[in-house]
């Protein structure tokens, strides 16, 4: 088998809160759609376009999100990509390590181009130009992280210190350094050596291993164990559950990149951001004549300097000034621009309050499609359900709830008990308690149909799986 020059490894387990209420934990910022037609994580693959002589990629999500990652990547035409299941956060070193042992299983020791899913590049060219230089460097045992040329005094970004070099484009790196204050960080940028830390990195999975063995051995061996007893499920790589959970939870930076002395770093200029806030994100979007970034249904008079999202309905400001509006189905943002480093602590006081919109939109995707949870009251709940075609719900009963479904559009495909019938349009079935059942779209479009649950329980945990095609159980 021909070794392939490079092997991205892409990065989606986050959970995002810095961008609540669009990015959720059921749901974070690499999926969303911010800019353009594209999700993050989709506009991060096409990126690697550019890059000569790559392998598939190893993409490193949750087990919760593994369908919305198989699906995006199914949207854009990527078949051949290997998806490594976390049975638990462990952070980004057992993440890469994982890839790198996975990687090692397939070709003789490929380089690895590390790339976090949610990240915004603008400037391809520049970013290639980047990776071939990294390359070299990586070929010659260093391990390479990027350094982005600060466009400003930024606070919430890490900093690097890099030595400068008359002729290789790898300079070798002095110092991490945490998030400055804003005097500190002037200084970073005055003094032309400090470079804000983008988190990306490349380096042969042999070396990276090397260095993680002699600095981190308990995250070496959890990440070996876990790989060698992986499982194969569907086109998903399901690491061994036990093993990975007993590595210590630890970035890349402290276990590995502060610590050996084979750190090297190439300046990037290539209009990056790590959209961590909604300032970042106004700072990147297309802006009009006012500079207002709006995006859905959005009318605006007399705003200046505001962002402006809507998802579910019209949205329309008056007067507004350095502003921050982003509206979804059942949550709704209003905020200073100059507080968007804050949104992290409203999100904390929600989850203390035990607020379900803290951590689930009101859309909650499935491996055979959505549902939206329209209406609700003390023993009924109505939902919206679409099932993609050919897509089938698992074999399932209810002890708590009776179900009745009306077919809106589309032809469904109904198991209830032991009777098997179709539906069509404003046709319905009644499903009771107890009652085993299923629903499938055997059609070629979307079925959609509305679901009425009734009963003293109404949660989602009351589904006993009988049959699932997902492998859930």
């Known amino acids: 088998m021909s070794t392939p020059t490079l092997i991205p490894v892409i990065l989606c387990g986050g959970s995002g809160t810095r961008l609540w209420p669009l990015s959720r934990e059921t749901y974070p910022k690499q999926f969303l759609r ?208 036990k093993a990975y959970s007993a590595s210590p939870d630890i970035a890349i930076d402290y276990a590995v990149m502060e610590k050996t002395n084979r750190a090297s770093m190439i300046a990037m200029d290539a209009q990056w951001s790590d959209i961590g806030s909604w300032a970042s994100v106004w700072d990147v979007a297309d802006k009009d004549p006012d500079l207002n970034a709006a995006q859905g249904d959005v009318v605006l008079q007399d705003c200046e300097n505001c962002l402006v999202h809507g998802t579910s309905r019209l949205v329309t400001a008056v007067g507004l000034r350095n502003t921050v509006v982003i509206e979804t189905a059942d949550a709704i943002l209003i905020m200073d621009t100059e507080r968007a480093q804050d949104t992290k602590k409203l999100v904390a006081e929600l989850q203390r309050s035990k607020r379900p919109e803290s951590t689930q939109h009101r859309q909650i995707f499935r491996p055979w499609g959505s549902y939206d949870s329209i209406g609700n009251g003390d023993r009924f709940q109505v939902k919206r359900i679409s099932v993609k075609e050919g897509a089938k719900l698992s074999l399932q009963m209810h ?73 859930r159980t």
């Open 34 to 241: 911010l800019l353009g037609e594209d999700s993050l994580l989709q506009q991060t693959m096409k990126r690697l376009s550019c890059v000569q002589g790559l392998g598939p990629a190893i993409l490193v999500s949750n087990e919760s999100s593994r369908f919305v990652v198989a699906e995006q990547l199914r949207e854009i035409g990527i078949e051949n990509a290997r998806i490594l299941l976390e049975p638990a956060r462990r952070n980004t070193a057992p993440a890469i390590a994982s890839a790198a042992l996975h990687a090692l299983s397939e070709y003789d020791d490929p380089l690895l181009l590390v790339l976090p899913s949610d990240h915004v590049i603008k400037d391809h060219d520049a970013f290639c130009t980047a990776i071939h230089y990294a390359q070299q460097a990586a070929s010659k045992g260093d391990l390479v992280t990027f350094g982005i040329k600060p466009q400003s005094p930024e606070t919430g970004y890490g900093y690097i210190r890099a030595g400068s070099t008359e002729t290789d484009p790898a300079q070798p790196v002095l110092e991490f350094v945490e998030k400055p204050n804003r005097t500190t960080a002037e200084q970073y940028v005055a003094s032309g050596n400090y470079f804000w830390n983008s988190g990306m990195f490349l380096f042969r999975a042999s070396r990276y291993l090397e260095e993680l063995t002699e600095f981190q051995p308990r995250v070496a061996e959890a990440c070996r164990e876990a790989v060698a007893n992986a499982k194969k499920d569907f086109d998903f790589i399901r690491l061994e559950s």
């Open 399 to 471: 002890h708590h709830r009776a179900e009745h479904w009306v077919v809106v559009s589309g032809t469904a495909k109904i198991t209830n008990g032991d009777k098997e019938y179709l539906l069509s349009e404003n046709q319905s079935t009644y499903i009771p308690i107890g009652v085993v059942h299923s629903l499938e779209n055997p059609g070629k479009i979307p079925l959609e149909l509305i679901e009425i649950q009734s009963g003293g329980y109404l949660g989602e945990d009351d589904i006993v799986r009988l049959q699932d095609r997902y492998g």
